[in-house]
């Protein structure tokens, strides 16, 4: 493609804000409630020349939009003379991405200059929603020693829309979205519903001063597989799953 076809703008911005409340409520005297609600959104812009050379060749201008609201809700109660502590609680997510980007990566010698080869429109859209439920028991056995327990289900849902069009916006980008391989509309999705848990022993060795071991899982949710060429590459991929084992010292200095 003729040098100059497209220059990506000098930019690296974000410009976001977000609000969160916290509401604390004592129900009685061993019972209390506690809501978490948090929105955040924000717009971001980055110009690249990814050629690395002074020739105007490898091009592209991506913005980001997005915006996300989480509740989440906790009931925490102390029992039996005060020696169980009991949390349960669900977590919701939902959050919305739009990736409009102006791609330019023409490999010349490949195509004539006036029709380049790599050069259009990118703009994708992700929605993402997340449940959760949770809850944590810990048990004082004596003053010195707590055992604990916890557990977390999370369902998790991502949908992603690929979108491929003309450096102009009309029409579809016939060389990566075409009637043999509809990428343009086509919906990727990843499902999931993950159960991670936790299991931690303590025991106070002296005031101020304990030792503890703790068993846990968890996980990186999985997704769809990013810039597909063909829609046939458009699989979703799994979470990474994780177990880890701690054991520690903990202790207060200087008091």
């Known amino acids: 493609a003729a040098p100059g076809l497209f220059i990506a703008p000098a930019a690296s911005q974000v410009d976001g804000w977000g609000v969160s409340g916290t509401i604390d409520y004592e129900l009685s005297p061993?019972?209390?409630i506690k809501s978490i609600t948090g929105y955040r959104k924000y717009f971001s812009q980055s110009g690249s020349d990814n050629d690395n050379s002074p020739v105007v060749f490898i091009q592209d201008n991506s913005k980001f939009y997005h915006k996300q609201f989480s509740q989440e809700l906790r009931l925490s109660g102390n029992f039996?003379?005060?020696?169980?502590h009991v949390t349960v609680g669900g977590y919701y997510y939902d959050a919305a991405t739009r990736y409009d980007a102006r791609i330019h990566t023409p490999f010349s010698g490949f195509c004539p200059n006036a029709t380049p080869c790599f050069s259009f429109i990118n703009d994708d859209t992700a929605d993402l929603t997340t449940y959760a439920g949770f809850g944590n028991v810990a048990w004082d056995v004596t003053d010195a020693l707590t055992i604990e327990g916890g557990v977390r289900v999370t369902n998790q849902k991502k949908d992603y829309t690929f979108g491929?069009?003309?450096p102009n916006g009309i029409g579809e980008y016939l060389p990566l979205?075409?009637?043999?391989n509809p990428l343009t509309g086509f919906v990727g999705s990843y499902k999931a519903t993950i159960?991670?848990?936790?299991?931690?022993?303590?025991?106070?060795?002296a005031q101020g001063s304990l030792v503890y071991a703790q068993f846990a899982t968890g996980h990186k949710a999985g997704g769809i597989a990013p810039r597909p060429y063909d829609y046939r590459q458009i699989r979703p991929f799994g979470a990474e799953k994780l177990k880890s084992y701690e054991v520690g010292f903990k202790t207060d200095l200087f008091d």
């Open 30 to 32: 061993n019972l209390a």
């Open 80 to 84: 039996v003379n005060d020696t169980v």
């Open 164 to 166: 491929r069009f003309n």
């Open 177 to 180: 979205s075409n009637p043999t």
């Open 195 to 205: 159960t991670d848990y936790r299991a931690v022993a303590s025991y106070k060795v």
